[in-house]
């Protein structure tokens, strides 16, 4: 773990309160990360190799992104490049501001590297993160690495009126993301899984592919699903996503399962309820990314995240059929020199195997 870590962040998440630790490391990476001298110090510190690569007609730098959930707000946007991440995805954002579930909604398994969380899209609404990102833009502080949007449903809002609510997060985002997510399967919003039900799921896709069509850009909408959704049910979900011209698949969310406690604040944090995070979810998200890759057989990519903290558990990702992937606990648990030595990792393992490309790795495992 590097010194500017320990210095930045590492002291604050060794609170018991992992919330607040995540806010104050948050606050500090958009001040350091955000100006200019911080930003390049960082760069410095946290370069990650190049190990390009076309997804969506975008040219990602490398594979790695930050996972949704981490920057909920769009606070601190430049910072995610400069610490060797070559995209990011910001919220969840709902239609409407929420406060999210009562504190403390944030757990930490270190035994695990897990973490337990029952957040419930604490975000500040649509109309407020547009501001920002419209400032944002105008104040010249845009990343010039792609940009992903995680959209969720507003919580007082019921799952018959989901389709509209979703379509107006998605409306008032359009110009500030290359990327939409749509997120259906997150466990901290009542019912909200239900979405993946066939009614709710074709009317959600079909308001925002709708509007998509309606727009003068066009933009990748993907669909995250849910690793406790029964195989048969994630099959279908990617089969019809696919039919109603969604672009890729985001496998996972968080898991309510749990893994045997293996120790006394593991037990308790896995008393909690909310989705588990990290390395015990590694192993399922590596069988919904094959099931989603098997189902679209290639034809739209599918991004992998669940339990990634290495540059084994990266490449298991890539070769099940993730085009790219994301990190959310490992940056918690490891710092962010993770990503440069999961990239890094890559590139060799590319080599070693022979590819030309990180692209030839996709999937490779279905060959
Ligand atoms: C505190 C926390 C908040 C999250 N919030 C969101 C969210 O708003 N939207 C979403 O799609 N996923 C959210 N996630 C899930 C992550 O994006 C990711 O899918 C999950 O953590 C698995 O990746 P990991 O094992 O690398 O952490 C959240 C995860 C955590 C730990």
């Not at 490049?81 to 270190?110: D, H, I």
């Not at 749990?258 to 037990?267: D, I």
């Not at 540059?311 to 070769?319: F, L, N, R």
């Not at 992937?325 to 918690?332: E, H, K, M, N, R």
Request: aromatic share 6%; hydrophobic share 35%; proline share 5%.
């Amino acid at each position: 773990m590097s010194i500017a870590w320990k210095l930045l962040a590492s002291p604050a998440l060794r609170l018991i309160d992992s919330e607040r630790a995540h806010s104050i490391s948050i606050g500090g990476l958009s001040r350091i990360g955000e100006s200019a001298v911080g930003g390049s110090i960082l760069n410095r510190l946290y370069k990650s190799p190049e190990l390009p690569i076309e997804v969506f007609g975008n040219l990602f730098r490398h594979p790695l992104g930050l996972a949704a959930g981490f920057d909920k707000g769009a606070e601190a946007l430049l910072s995610w490049s400069r610490l060797g991440f070559s995209w990011c995805e910001y919220g969840g954002v709902t239609r409407y501001p929420q406060e999210g579930n009562e504190k403390p909604r944030m757990f930490r398994a270190n035994k695990h590297r897990a973490l337990v969380n029952s957040m419930g899209f604490n975000n500040p609404g649509a109309s407020e993160v547009r501001k920002r990102l419209i400032e944002r833009k105008s104040a010249d502080k845009w990343p010039n690495s792609p940009v992903a949007a995680n959209i969720g449903r507003s919580k007082k809002v019921s799952n018959d009126q989901a389709a509209d609510d979703y379509a107006a997060t998605l409306d008032h985002l359009w110009e500030y993301a290359d990327i939409f997510v749509l997120n259906i399967s997150s466990p901290n919003t009542p019912g909200l899984r239900e979405l993946q039900e066939n009614d709710y799921l074709e009317s959600i896709l079909k308001s925002c592919t709708g509007l998509k069509e309606r727009k003068e850009t066009t933009k990748p909408i993907l669909v995250k699903l849910s690793p406790d959704s029964p195989d048969e049910i994630l099959r279908e979900t990617v089969s019809i996503s696919i039919r109603n011209g969604i672009d890729g698949i985001v496998a996972s969310n968080t898991t309510v399962k749990r893994p045997p406690p293996l120790s006394t604040q593991s037990r308790k944090a896995f008393a909690n309820n909310g989705g588990l995070s990290g390395r015990p979810l590694h192993s399922r998200a590596l069988e919904v990314i094959s099931m989603s890759f098997d189902e679209s057989r290639g034809r739209i990519p599918v991004i992998g995240v669940g339990g990634i903290d290495s540059k084994d558990s990266a490449w298991e990702a890539i070769i099940s059929g993730s085009s790219l992937i994301q990190i959310y606990s490992a940056l918690v648990f490891n710092g962010p020199s993770v990503t440069s030595s999961i990239v890094k990792g890559l590139k060799d393992r590319v080599k070693e195997s022979g590819f030309s490309s990180i692209s030839e790795a996709v999937g490779y495992k279905h060959i």
